[in-house]
């Protein structure tokens, strides 16, 4: 890096007469100025401005994936981005408190101004959506022309862009695909992880029917349930069946990546596999704090203008309650959980397996 011989002032190194000359209350310009508009600008400005630093993290972490081989120093690198967009992400539900001072007789003292203005068409936020993995089909929808049809030609290209680049749910699919099963010479892991999974479910369903504080309509009702999720491992032992899942838009994540990513979760104590596990918990934080933005920014919503329309011409709190819902891009990662079995039970790995579990595995190379 070269050095910089010029002093810097630390008004003109941060541009803060852009920054804070950029705040134009339209009520001010029309004649009576509504006072809390102030803070309704600052605080979308400063969502736009960590939406560009997550952008600037999440880049990072798509760059460390999209390769071949990602290296141990790489999976460490993505940890510490992610670290830093959820604590980011932390700050952006926290604004929320901020601008549930403002009342909502407050807020319709200039909110006819912003019509069709809305956080709707936030561009930052759509390529964030998009660079994270949210696919177009799985998007809740409103109206005719789809998200892309309420911003301009220009930022429409930008969305497009990001639909159409690797996403880091693809990369990370990709690099979970890459990792071995644990069918080496005589050990087949999956044989032994079903048999244990079946005395797991055998058992569960024992202390359902055996169990005296229920009736025999809630053991039914718990029956019921117990066979969903025995449903749920029969499609983690059949590809087929698993991809009948995907294409009801059940399941999202590819048979081996589901598979490489239980491994990762059921064998989490291993050296080697601590950093794969706390990736992949950091990315379903990251798709939990969007989800909880979205739902507060929902009850916000409700609070300010109830059943109301929103600027933009959505639904209001109604939209953004389902987007909440449906928006969620690691999930599949998240209900793994139905499928860890206590660590007792676990098969015990031979030590030839452990030695060569890494974060890229060939049997030609030398480890």
Do not use: C
């Not at 760059?63 to 980011?88: C, N, P, Q, Y």
């Not at 892991?189 to 202390?207: G, I, P």
């Not at 934080?285 to 969007?290: N, Q, S």
């Not at 039970?345 to 190379?365: C, K, M, Q, S, W």
């Amino acid at each position: 890096m070269k050095k910089h011989n010029s002093p810097q002032y630390y008004h003109d190194y941060l541009k803060l007469d852009r920054i804070l000359d950029s705040q134009h209350l339209l009520s001010k310009e029309l004649g009576e100025e509504a006072h809390d508009e102030m803070l309704f600008i600052i605080i979308h400005q400063v969502y736009e401005l960590w939406f560009k630093q997550i952008l600037h993290e999440l880049d990072s972490v798509i760059k460390a994936f999209d390769r071949d081989t990602v290296h141990e120093s790489h999976i460490g690198i993505a940890i510490s981005r992610l670290d830093r967009i959820i604590e980011i992400q932390k700050i952006l539900i926290n604004q929320i408190h901020v601008l549930e001072t403002m009342t909502p007789m407050d807020f319709l003292d200039f909110r006819d101004l912003l019509i069709p203005a809305s956080g709707f068409q936030s561009v930052q936020f759509r390529v964030l959506e998009n660079k994270l993995g949210l696919k177009e089909d799985r998007r809740f929808v409103y109206g005719k022309g789809g998200y892309k049809s309420y911003v301009t030609e220009e930022h429409k290209s930008h969305i497009e862009e990001a639909e159409q680049s690797p996403s880091l749910f693809n990369l990370l699919e990709k690099w979970l695909e890459r990792t071995p099963f644990l069918e080496f010479e005589n050990f087949n892991f999956w044989e032994q992880y079903r048999s244990a999974v079946d005395d797991m479910l055998a058992s569960d369903r024992h202390h359902i029917e055996v169990n005296e504080q229920l009736s025999e309509a809630e053991k039914q009702n718990q029956l019921k349930e117990y066979t969903g999720t025995e449903k749920k491992f029969d499609a983690l032992f059949d590809n087929e069946k698993h991809n009948e899942l995907i294409e009801k838009k059940e399941h999202r994540l590819s048979y081996k990546a589901t598979q490489a990513a239980l491994l990762i979760l059921l064998y989490r104590d291993q050296p080697i596999l601590h950093n794969p596990y706390k990736l992949l918990n950091k990315l379903v934080d990251v798709d939990e704090l969007l989800t909880t933005w979205r739902y507060r920014h929902a009850l916000m919503v409700m609070r300010m203008i109830g059943r109301k329309i929103g600027t933009g011409g959505s639904t209001g709190s109604s939209y953004l309650k389902e987007t909440a819902e449906r928006h969620r891009v690691f999930e599949d990662l998240a209900n793994l959980t139905t499928f860890l079995i206590p660590r007792s039970a676990l098969p015990n790995l031979p030590d030839h397996i452990v030695r060569n579990l890494g974060f890229y595995y060939d049997t030609g190379e030398d480890k």
